[in-house]
């Protein structure tokens, strides 16, 4: 018995603890967009890992071709141009699918670095809040729908 009730005691002031921090998030506002901000944070995360492993499936390929290309150096390309002409597509395709990845996840590694320095959901041109409906369809938004508008123009 003399053992139990300290342990009763120590669940009943953890309770209490937890309830003040319940008060607390209440108060303050910002609480609740943290909490948004990690699971964008966590779509950011996985998605810098897929991007990182659709460039890197790129690039494979793309070094496969050139491989290709210097075995077929001495047979003539000339018998069969609709060859090189596809070679030459898939080539553009992945160099294109290879740039606008990159650009990607340009934005979403600008977008994690904002989320560290605490300025995720902040718009780097006119400092204002982003709207939170923005960022749930683009969590790598880092401007503001209105200065994007004007950019674009
Ligand atoms: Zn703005």
Avoid at 18 to 24: N, P, S
Wanted: with cysteine.
């Amino acid at each position: 018995m003399a053992v139990r009730t300290p342990v009763r005691a120590k669940t009943k002031k953890r309770t209490k603890a937890k309830a003040q921090t319940a008060t607390k998030s209440r108060r303050r506002t910002s609480r609740k967009l943290s909490a948004d901000v990690a699971k964008l944070r966590d779509w950011l995360l996985q998605e810098r890992e897929r991007l990182s492993v659709e460039l890197q499936e790129i690039e494979r390929r793309s070094a496969r071709l050139d491989e290709s290309d210097r075995a077929t150096e001495l047979s003539a390309y000339e018998d069969h141009p609709a060859d090189l002409a596809s070679e030459t597509f898939e080539r553009e395709k992945d160099l294109a699918i290879g740039e606008s990845v990159q650009g990607m996840l340009n934005k979403v590694n600008t977008a994690l670095e904002k989320t560290e320095l605490g300025t995720y959901g902040t718009c780097d041109a006119c400092g204002r809040p982003i709207k939170k409906a923005r960022l749930k369809a683009l969590p790598f938004a880092t401007l503001c729908l209105n200065c994007q508008d004007r950019l674009e123009r």
